[in-house]
């Protein structure tokens, strides 16, 4: 299915029924669109599905409708609460993946017009709760390619910090992340007007849930991405996971709890920029025309995993992992940042 989780497909979708299906959170791990990268880190996976767990039963409860059917165990799906164990599989309701037809110009999304239901919309549904010096939006608005008013602002917000959640999108199905326009996303995402206005309502409520479960902790969510579908009756479901720190930007006292630790180590090798280079060149085989990243250092891969299973705990406010409480954690993640500084 992707770089870091595995998808097994028990009853496929067809395009007027859901199918089952069950994801396999693997302990791999990627950054910059470049697939999985040399290392593993251990417990990475479960923690995931049971953060993801999490926040589809919460989303439950609230009645929004999702695709979550409950983590893996004894080959039957349960809720977290009848688990014995860690799992790292999920399962869920499957719909149709429709590529867009690639042209000479670029992608064919009109496809999407034609689908009365059962599919994913192409679409990441990104949610921005503050702007921080070198975030894309700014170079986006430089080019011409956003305004201020796309994202119901006036202008730049002081200090990087936003009044409110706002709403960026980018496509899901290229094989670059593509970002785009409000306009564009809704024109290619197959959605009417009033459809895509519900979608922005969903992805700003599932934010501020998901803001508000880690602010009890201490964490400050600072941004992340939601997919959605359209199921066999054309209702919206939120779909893939949500509220994990591969899906969401963590931070703690401005020290990152997110897959943004590994962006920073990674950020210093040379990999990386022969990455960025072959990037704005616009290569699209990242991994054959540039060499393999580095491996991570010992300490790095203990401790980023060891921060996955923490907020495991943290989040669900249940044991699950044999791992240090946050505050050590922390000290730890404090220092791999300082050594970074000092290189």
Known sequence: MGSVKDLVVLQPPSPDRTGRGRFVFSDRYSVFDWGAMPDTLTGKGASLAIIGAH??????????????????????????????????????????????????????????????????IPLEVIYRRALPP???????????????????????????????????????????????????????????????AHLKTVAL?????????VAALGIENLDGKFEFALDENR????????????????????????????????RQTPWYRALEEAK?????NLQAAVPPP????EIWKETVAGMYQALANAITGRRWFDVPEFPEILGRIRDLVGSLADT
């Open 294 to 297: 580095p491996p991570l250092p």
């Open 280 to 284: 704005a060149r616009g290569v699209d």
């Open 205 to 213: 409520e599932l934010a501020e849930l998901i803001t508000e479960r």
């Open 55 to 120: 926040f589809f039963e919460i989303l439950e409860l609230r009645g929004i409708a999702h695709h979550y059917l409950g983590l893996v165990e004894g080959d039957e799906p349960r809720r977290l609460v009848d688990l014995s164990a860690p799992s790292h599989t999920m399962e869920v309701r499957l719909v149709r993946v429709i590529p867009p037809r690639k042209t000479e110009e670029g992608y064919d999304y009109t496809v999407y017009r034609e689908l009365e239901g059962n599919f994913l």
């Open 235 to 266: 209702n919206l479901m939120v779909v893939d996971v949500m509220g994990t720190p591969d899906e969401c930007r963590f931070s703690w006292e401005g020290i990152p709890l997110s897959k943004e630790l590994l962006r920073m180590y990674y």
């Open 134 to 196: 070198g975030s894309s939006v700014y170079r986006r608005i430089e080019r011409g390619e956003l305004r201020w008013e796309d994202l119901g602002l006036s202008g730049p917000p002081a200090d990087g910090v936003l009044p409110r959640p706002v709403l960026d999108f980018s496509t899901k199905l290229e094989p670059l992340d593509r970002y785009l326009a409000p306009g564009e996303a809704r024109a290619l995402s197959g959605l009417n007007d009033e459809e895509f």
